[in-house]
């Protein structure tokens, strides 16, 4: 996610740059929900995962680049999700802070990687040495569902048809 946004708002800069010599670049910020399940024992491999790159940095972005691209990461419950987050104890009004919804987050999963496909695999192919052909095929296992005796599945087929559509003017 952080190079997708860096990558965005250099692209923007560039942009910018054309029509105005003085645009200054400005990250993008992001604040991520996590919405485990209640006692999910992920959700503490997550935390950690996030404070270690908030205090290190990763293999490709120092801590501060980590800090300013992710604003805020907050790890929910299903308890928590669509209702008011202000007054929980007291009012329990519905209100729409999450999709919520496990269809919502499994389309997510492969949307994000289809849109990611190529940073993924030159990712795999610079920093970790692999062939385009191995890195294509780590990828694609995780952008199909194989059930043993059954014909391939490949959600994001039917899925980006869906979303992103062409419109025709008549």
């Given at each position: 996610?952080?190079?997708?946004?860096?990558?965005?708002?250099?692209?923007?800069?560039?942009?910018?740059?054309?029509?105005?010599?003085?645009?200054?670049?400005?990250?993008?910020?992001?604040?991520?929900?996590?919405?485990?399940?209640?006692?999910?024992?992920?959700?503490?491999?997550?935390?950690?995962?996030?404070?270690?790159?908030?205090?290190?940095?990763?293999?490709?972005?120092?801590?501060?680049?980590?800090?300013?691209?992710?604003?805020?990461?907050?790890f929910?419950?299903?308890?928590?999700?669509?209702?008011?987050?202000?007054?929980?104890?007291?009012c329990?009004?519905?209100?729409?802070?999450?999709?919520?919804?496990?269809?919502?987050?499994?389309?997510?999963?492969?949307?994000?990687?289809?849109?990611?496909?190529?940073?993924?695999?030159?990712?795999?192919?610079?920093?970790?040495?692999?062939?385009?052909?191995?890195?294509?095929?780590?990828?694609?296992?995780?952008?199909?569902?194989?059930?043993?005796?059954?014909?391939?599945?490949?959600?994001?087929?039917?899925?980006l048809?869906?979303?992103?559509?062409?419109?025709?003017?008549?």
């Open positions: 996610m952080a190079y997708y946004f860096i990558k965005s708002a250099y692209e923007e800069y560039e942009a910018e740059v054309m029509v105005n010599k003085n645009a200054k670049y400005h990250n993008y910020t992001v604040k991520l929900r996590y919405d485990g399940d209640i006692e999910l024992t992920v959700r503490n491999d997550f935390r950690n995962a996030f404070s270690h790159s908030i205090s290190n940095g990763t293999k490709r972005f120092t801590s501060d680049a980590f800090k300013e691209i992710f604003d805020e990461v907050r929910i419950d299903k308890s928590e999700i669509g209702f008011c987050t202000v007054c929980p104890s007291t329990n009004s519905r209100q729409i802070s999450h999709a919520g919804s496990e269809i919502v987050d499994f389309m997510a999963v492969y949307v994000a990687r289809s849109i990611a496909y190529e940073a993924l695999k030159n990712d795999l192919i610079r920093y970790e040495e692999k062939s385009e052909e191995e890195a294509e095929k780590i990828i694609n296992r995780n952008m199909h569902i194989e059930i043993q005796g059954k014909p391939l599945i490949k959600p994001i087929d039917r899925i048809p869906k979303i992103f559509f062409e419109t025709t003017d008549h």
